[in-house]
Each structure stands twice: as structure tokens, then as C-alpha cells.
């Protein structure tokens, strides 16, 4: 087989989430944990518009899940420690000759081994999904996560240093043999290595810089890079943005399309990583991340509107998800179309 990982705008079978239960990251505030709850399952219900959706769910938050995810949203029960199923799940691939689907089984250790997480279930999260969608499971013995790599289709595909080279993931991994792995599971003939991601994914409870908070590639012809920027100097990103935007200047030839951060700078816990850049692509559509600021969520909307031609945009409040470590496209994986 020669695998390959479609772009996020081909034609998609389906969309797998996975929702919330109890734990560290849900919280023990009954308030807060039912709002987060309502975000993730208003993202499933509104992309159940456009397209086929698969929620897994933990068999202790059965009844929330049947409370709040509408009729149309397919459940799957399997267990679960958390609920990022971009980064539990696994990343889909087609074969180029015979267009045989198959699903890419990362090894996931909980973002770095974190002593805060647990991920003896997450971790077989990748082969329920891959099993429940009928397609052949890819092992590999790459530790990744789905929201740490963004594909153009032509074998492009954007990394970051911070990610892949991490010692508490791939202790005895280079570049070398991290590029040759991601050629084998996802067709990567261009790795783009850029050097960090957001201040606030460095954070304690952060993945140590997810490309899907920085930049992914869009257009009709996946030939831009939409790019995070911070404009205000008061946030730590706006010294960081510029050495990203370099990296890629560096590397390819794409046109950059930048997407300004929101205006709020910080929360109680730090500066914020709140980003359009970690909107969700679907059939006909795209969910973008909103943050209570109307100027800044419309300007979004109209620039995601121009790169994703024909394509209907719609916000979701997305703090609630933010607040926990992630965005929109950080809850969702997409499922290639059969060919």
C-alpha cells in the first residue's frame, strides 16, 4: 500500500468526536463541566448538518451524551480517559492506487508522558475507531497526535520541532527518522519544520506546541497557510509569531493569509492561546472557533469565508474548550471519503 492523508477539504465519510467525562480535565465545578459539555456537543450537532458524526462515549457519561448530542449523531461506547479524539484517534489515510482506506495508530502517551494524564485507554482509542470505521489499521511506533500535523495533499506536511523531536515522546527519534515514518504512514514527501507553537501550550497542561493553534493550510487548491498573529505586543505570541511565519517563508512558497488573535490577552491562569487558526473543515461548511468578541469573531468569519470558497462558516463559542487545553479541530478528526 502507498498511504496517503488527504486534505481536510476533500470530500469527507465522516466526522469522530469524543465526549466529555468525568476527570481532571472535564473539572469538578458542576457549572463549568456542563458547559463544556454543551460546547462539545453543539460542535457534534451542528457539523451532524453536513455530514455523518460518530461520538465515542465513555459508558459513564451515557446519559449526558444522550441528553445533549441530537438524534442524527451516531454514538460509539468505549472507554475513555479524555476526550481529544484529534490526538486519541487515529489519522486517516487513503492508498493513492486502489483507494483503500486505512487509519494511522499513533502511540500516544499522553502528550509527553504528562504526570497529570492518564492514557492507558486513549491509547487504544485509535484501533476502536479505525475497527468501527472498517478500514485497515496502520500501527506505527511514532509518538503523535493528530493536532500536531497539517497536510496540503500533495505531500506537504507541516510539524513542529517541539512536537515530534520531544524527548518525553521520541527520546531517539531525529528528523531523519521522523520524516521517513511520516512517509510511510501519511505519503510526507515535504516536512516543514517549524520551531514552536503558542506560549500557552508550554504551559504545564499543554501539548508543548500543536501545529493545529498555529498555522494549516486552506484554499481551493490547499496552496495558502492560514497563519495565527498576535498583534498586540502586550502577549508573548506576537514575538513568537514572526520566527513561525519565517519558517515557513523558509521552507515553501505558499501564500500567507494571516488570522488576528482576539483581543483578550489573558485569563486567571496566563496569556491565552485563543486562535481561528483551530477551526474544523467539513462537507459544505466550516466551524470556526468564537470568542465572545463580535468584531474579531465577523472578521474571522469573512476571512475563512475567503479562502474556503462555497463553504457556509459558522462560530461556536469555543472558550469553554479552550480553557481546557484546545480548540474546535482539537475534538474532532475527519474520515476521508471512499474513492
Do not use: K
Not at 469538578?28 to 458524526?53: H, L
Not at 482506506?101 to 497529570?116: I, K, L, Q, S, T
Not at 521517513?180 to 520551531?195: H, K, N, S
Amino acid at each position: 500500500m502507498t498511504w496517503a492523508m488527504p486534505p481536510e477539504t476533500a470530500p469527507q465519510e465522516r466526522t469522530w468526536m469524543a465526549f466529555p467525562r468525568p476527570g481532571l480535565t472535564l473539572g469538578d465545578d458542576p457549572a463549568s463541566a456542563e458547559a463544556a459539555r454543551a460546547v462539545w456537543a453543539a460542535t457534534a450537532n451542528a457539523i451532524s448538518e453536513y455530514q455523518a458524526v460518530t461520538v465515542v462515549v465513555d459508558p459513564v457519561a451515557r446519559d449526558d451524551a444522550r441528553r445533549l448530542l441530537s438524534g442524527a449523531v451516531d454514538v460509539l461506547e468505549a472507554p475513555l480517559d479524555d476526550f481529544w479524539m484529534r490526538d486519541i484517534g487515529p489519522t486517516f489515510v487513503v492508498d493513492d492506487v486502489t483507494g483503500a482506506r486505512g487509519a494511522v495508530d499513533w502511540v500516544f502517551n499522553g502528550w509527553g508522558a504528562n504526570p497529570w494524564s492518564t492514557w492507558t485507554r486513549d491509547a487504544e482509542v485509535a484501533a476502536t475507531v479505525a475497527a468501527a470505521a472498517g478500514v485497515e489499521r496502520i500501527p506505527s511506533l511514532l509518538v503523535n497526535e493528530g493536532g500536531a500535523i497539517h497536510v496540503d495533499g500533495t505531500g506537504r506536511v507541516l510539524v513542529t520541532e517541539t512536537v515530534q523531536l520531544d524527548p518525553r515522546r521520541n527520546p531517539y527519534a531525529d528528523r531523519a527518522r521522523v520524516e521517513q515514518e511520516l512517509a510511510r504512514t501519511i505519503g510526507a514527501t515535504d516536512v516543514v519544520w517549524l520551531p514552536r507553537g503558542l506560549t500557552r501550550d508550554y504551559d504545564g497542561f499543554g501539548t508543548r506546541g500543536h501545529v493545529d493553534m498555529v498555522a494549516t493550510f486552506a484554499g481551493a487548491a490547499m496552496d495558502t497557510v492560514l497563519l495565527h498573529a498576535q498583534p498586540d505586543p502586550g502577549h508573548p505570541d506576537h514575538l513568537v509569531m514572526p520566527i513561525v511565519r519565517r519558517a515557513i517563508e523558509d521552507a515553501t512558497d505558499a501564500t500567507i493569509v494571516e488570522l488576528p488573535a482576539p483581543t483578550t490577552l489573558a485569563d486567571a491562569d496566563g496569556p491565552v492561546d485563543w486562535n481561528y487558526v483551530n477551526h474544523v473543515v467539513v462537507n459544505g461548511a466550516v466551524i470556526a472557533c468564537g470568542f465572545g468578541e463580535p468584531t474579531a469573531d465577523e472578521r474571522a468569519r469573512g476571512i475563512l469565508a475567503d479562502v474556503y470558497p462555497g463553504r457556509e462558516v459558522r462560530t461556536i463559542d469555543a472558550r469553554e474548550v479552550f480553557a481546557r487545553g484546545g480548540g474546535l479541530h482539537c475534538i474532532t478528526q475527519q474520515e476521508p471519503a471512499a474513492q
